[in-house]
Structure formats: structure tokens, C-alpha cells
């Protein structure tokens, strides 16, 4: 199981950190994606990490602002959200895979959405 937290509301230029945890079985063995939906538009897969943290990946919308991490002594996956903006305002869910996914995979991996476990989401609101 696993369980996003961390959203609320936050001004413009503000930073929130989410996390997600896991229960019931490893993080570490898994490729792990945070996702969002905005309302009324499709869900978007904006950060992954690979299974042994050799690489990371950023959806342009989110690039350089936006940094995922991993604890897995926590069995905890983290993203840390700097220079938040409105269109940022959406439902953050994180999703794990048992398959080994790096580099370019890391982004089919978030547009496919084919992820094996799912959390419920948090929501972040940031206001103009």
C-alpha cells in the first residue's frame, strides 16, 4: 500500500515536500513515478526514479524545480516542489513498479501510467 501526504495550500514562489510511503512490501525493488491531475485535464507523470537511484527523470513542466528522492531505510519516496506555481495546483499520486526502469524508460514510464501500485493522492493547491 501506498500513501501520498504532504500537499496543502501554498502562495506562489512557495515549496512543498510530499512523500510517499509504502507498507507492506520494499520501495527499494521499485521504480517509483509521482503523477498529477489537474482538474478537468489528463493525469501527467511529472518525476520518476529508477529502483538503485541511478537516474531520475523530469517532465519539462517541472524541470528544475522539482527534485525526487528516496529513503529507503524509510521506505519513503520524496518530492521536493521549489518555485511552486499555480498551474502546479493538482492531485499528487505516486505509483511504484517492480520493473527495473532508467534513463529514457524512465519516461515511458510516466506516460504509460502502467504502474503496479498506486497511492492514494494529496493535494496541492498554490495560489496566485
Known amino acids: 500500500q501506498l500513501q501520498a501526504s504532504g500537499g496543502g495550500l501554498v502562495e506562489a514562489g512557495g515549496s512543498l515536500r510530499l512523500s510517499c510511503a509504502a507498507s507492506g512490501f520494499p520501495l527499494d525493488r521499485n521504480s517509483i513515478g509521482w503523477f498529477r491531475q489537474a482538474p478537468g485535464k489528463e493525469r501527467e507523470g511529472v518525476s520518476g526514479?529508477?529502483?538503485?537511484?541511478?537516474?531520475?527523470y523530469y517532465a519539462d513542466s517541472v524541470k528544475g524545480r522539482f527534485t525526487i528522492s528516496r529513503d529507503d531505510a524509510k521506505n519513503t519516496v520524496y518530492l521536493q516542489m521549489n518555485s511552486l506555481k499555480p498551474e502546479d495546483t493538482a492531485v499528487y499520486y505516486c505509483?511504484?513498479?517492480?520493473?527495473?526502469?532508467?534513463?529514457?524508460?524512465?519516461?515511458?514510464?510516466?506516460?504509460?501510467?502502467?504502474?503496479?501500485?498506486w497511492g492514494k493522492g494529496t493535494l496541492v493547491t498554490v495560489s496566485s
Open positions: 526514479i529508477s529502483a538503485n537511484d541511478a537516474s531520475t
Open positions: 505509483a511504484a513498479d517492480p520493473k527495473y526502469y532508467s534513463g529514457k524508460q524512465l519516461q515511458l514510464m510516466l506516460s504509460s501510467s502502467l504502474m503496479a501500485y
